[in-house]
């Protein structure tokens, strides 16, 4: 992968014309898969589509101008910064809501790109179409509302999530939640081990705070360096990494307080009581954050702690 800031102007257009063919591919998706069932959002989605359409052929104008007729293939994927995008498209029944929430997500991205991209550009008129396309991504979403206005009836339309929410979950939520799936659930295993190996307190205090700490640091790691940030509007990688290390931490050390009580047996259960919190915690966090059905959600979450808890205990008492 390449890194942004050393995309030459040539193929920051380049990359230009791809990402606006895919919004423009992706938006009719949308609108198609919409069409029976919500025809005004469909033709919401449409309009969306139109507009996309026109900042590609603007693109490719001024391409051709620069560089002639060969524009190079250069993808999201090959450039470092960008989110990786659910296939919300080929997903049927389309969910009317998911999908507005992606659109948002979507215009706050290509906005960031324009902007950050007419910060490396020396050519004046490139940075001009560039700085011209941020202005009109930055009203998107206006535009957007507007046309939604006139098109989608009361009956129709759900409530709609403003961008900065979104934001707030990609930069807060989603690292948070990582870290605390992975704390409250991975060190599971160890703490238990430990404890119905020792029948010690003080020992499975102990594994369960190193594992906590270690779990900690390695998710804080691994979530700074997945990605910079700078165009996808995640945030800077080191509040995030530190967000996730933190909840990754936390998540362990809430079963693991318990053990600092002598009692060894009435602090296995006061830790069994705290991982039914932390699982409770979670499941609501994706309910209420991930639009993730509750049955589905206490199912995925209950299961893996569960399988762990199992584990741990088998592996203890052997």
Known sequence: MKKFQELTEREVLALAITLEEEDE?????????LRQD????????EGMRE???GHRRRLIELYRQKFGEHIPLIRRQDVRGFVERPALWLIRPLRIEA????ASTMEVETRRFYEKAATI???????????DLATEEREHEHRAQQLDAEKLPGNVKADEERAQ?????LQIVQPGL???MDGSVSTLAPVFAAAFATHSSNDAFLVGLAASAGAGISMGFAEALSDDGSLTGRGHPWFRGLICGAMTALGGIGHTLPFLLRDFRMALWA???????ELGTITWIRHRYMDSPWISAALQVGLGGVLVFITGVLIGSS
């Open 25 to 33: 591919r992706v938006y009719s998706d949308f609108a198609e898969g």
């Open 51 to 53: 507009e996309e359409s």
């Open 271 to 277: 830790a069994g009581g705290v991982v039914l919190i």
């Open 178 to 180: 990582a870290g605390l």
């Open 121 to 131: 550009t020396q050519d004046a008129s490139i940075r001009q179409l560039l700085d």
């Open 38 to 45: 919500y025809p005004a959002s469909a033709a919401m989605f």
């Open 99 to 102: 999908v507005r929430k992606e």
């Open 165 to 169: 929410r979104r934001l707030f979950v």
